[in-house]
């Protein structure tokens, strides 16, 4: 090769070089700012989920607060409650309703 041709490629070859790492630079800056935008984003969807599941044990905790407010105040009575009203419920008439033979053992 001739020394001439090589002494003119060097300075364009130098150009290329520097406008590739301007361009390598400005893309690795672009992809940054990109991941921490995705950072920021999943940081505030997190956040945002995290409040809402505090209301909820919020709310639960309240239902369980009355819950316990309940069986406490009355003490365990509130079975033999429940007991008291299924004995004196009336059972509805036996002869209501449609009679299956049994003994034939009828289809339904």
Sequence with gaps: MDPGIIGVF??????????????????TKHKQKIAEMQI????????????????????????????????TDRGYDIATQIEALRDTREVEDRDSGVQLDVDNKERV
């Excluded at 070859?13 to 893309?27: D, E, L, N, Y």
């Design 40 to 71: 920021d984003t999943t940081a505030k969807a997190t956040a945002e989920k995290a409040a809402q599941y505090s209301s909820q044990v919020q709310k639960l905790e309240d239902r369980v607060q009355v819950l316990e407010r309940i069986v």
């Design 10 to 27: 060097i300075p364009i070859v130098a150009i290329i070089m520097g406008c590739g790492i301007a361009i390598t630079s400005v893309w």
